[in-house]
Structures are given as structure tokens and as C-alpha cells.
Nanobody, 114 residues
Framework: QVQLVESGGDLVQPGGSLRLSCAAS????????VAWYRQAPGKQRDLVAL???????IYAESVKGRFTISRDNGKNAVYLQMNNLKPEDTAVYYC????????WGQGTQVTVSS
């Protein structure tokens, strides 16, 4: 049974930082590209960042220079370091991997507000 579990979401002030974690079970995370998506109320779910098997990355323009995706294969986990957070970053953040099927975590809420 494949399971992705996100953690680290919180309420933070503008300019603050958070680190999100995605821990996987039932699959070997290092065999796949892994992505973070986010969805704000009334909006579509959009790609935030993606990390390829050997460490190459892509980012949405809106987060480039502020967010960093990384992976720890020993822990079977992927992380999203978010710096200089803005109110428009408020969303539920989801971990995603496409293997034999597509798998999503349940999401973790990030709220950026004064």
C-alpha cells in the first residue's frame, strides 16, 4: 500500500519560513520524480516544484528563488524549504509521485498572514 504523508504546514507571518516534508511508504521514492503542488480556495491545483531522480529541479515562476525542493533517499522523503513567504503562498500543499499509478498525499495547510 502506497502512502504519502505531508507535514510541516503552519500559520506563518509574511517573510517567514517553513519546511514541508513528504514521507513515503510502499514505494522507493528515489526511483521517481517527486513534485509539490498547491491549491488555494477557488483555484486549480498548480505545480510548485519538482525534483527528478538524480536531483535536477524545476520551479513555478512565482516561487523561484524563494523555495527549494530536495530529497533524502535514506529517509525516503522529499522536502520543500519555503523562505520569504507571501500571503499569496497560502494554500494546501500536496506531495505527488507518478509510479505505476499516481499518488497524492492528503495535504498540509500553509497560511501566510499577519
Amino acid at each position: 500500500q502506497v502512502q504519502l504523508v505531508e507535514s510541516g504546514g503552519d500559520l506563518v507571518q509574511p517573510g517567514g519560513s517553513l519546511r514541508l516534508s513528504c514521507a513515503a511508504s510502499g514505494i522507493i521514492f528515489s526511483d521517481y520524480a517527486v513534485a509539490w503542488y498547491r491549491q488555494a480556495p477557488g483555484k486549480q491545483r498548480d505545480l510548485v516544484a519538482l525534483i527528478y531522480k538524480f536531483g535536477g529541479t524545476i520551479y513555478a515562476e512565482s516561487v523561484k528563488g524563494r523555495f527549494t525542493i530536495s530529497r533524502d533517499n535514506g529517509k525516503n522523503a522529499v522536502y520543500l524549504q519555503m523562505n520569504n513567504l507571501k500571503p499569496e503562498d497560502t494554500a494546501v500543499y500536496y506531495c505527488y509521485v507518478s509510479a505505476s499509478s499516481s499518488y497524492w498525499g492528503q495535504g498540509t495547510q500553509v497560511t501566510v498572514s499577519s
